[in-house]
């Protein structure tokens, strides 16, 4: 069964850096691509960023480019994923969720089969 627990979220100011983590436990994930999706409120969730199981495919969403950066730590049955955030705006502020699925995703149409309960991220201004 596929766990994704995400922690590192937290109330930062503009303009400062944050790192999100997710432990990915489960009989396959280690070779799942795995990617975050963040929801604004009263907005839909929207993709942010996803990784290839070789961590050779990256992809982002727009507003993100060039700021933040998704990496993975692979280990036989535990598999970390970062996403690193910097020149953070309030524009940011949302719960954060861990994905992962059988295939390589990106867009907002992606769906994912196994998402995490998220982490809030708030950016003052």
């Known amino acids: 069964q596929v766990q994704l627990v995400e922690s590192g979220g937290g109330l930062v100011q503009a303009g400062d850096a944050l790192t999100l983590s997710c432990a990915a436990s489960?009989?396959?994930?280690?070779?799942?691509?795995m990617g975050w999706f963040r929801q604004a409120p009263g907005n839909e969730r929207k993709f942010v960023a996803s990784?290839?199981?070789?961590?050779?495919?990256?992809?982002?969403a727009d507003s993100v480019k060039g700021r933040f950066t998704i990496s993975r730590d692979m280990a036989e049955n535990t598999d970390m994923v970062y996403l690193h955030m910097n020149n953070l705006k309030p524009e940011d502020t949302a719960v954060y969720y861990c994905?992962?699925?059988?295939?390589?995703?990106?867009?907002?149409?992606?769906?994912?089969?196994?998402w995490g309960r998220g982490t809030q991220v708030t950016v003052s201004s």
């Open positions: 994905v992962t699925d059988g295939f390589l995703g990106k867009g907002d149409a992606w769906s994912p089969t196994y």
């Open positions: 489960g009989p396959t994930v280690s070779r799942d691509p």
């Open positions: 990784i290839s199981f070789t961590a050779n495919s990256r992809y982002y």
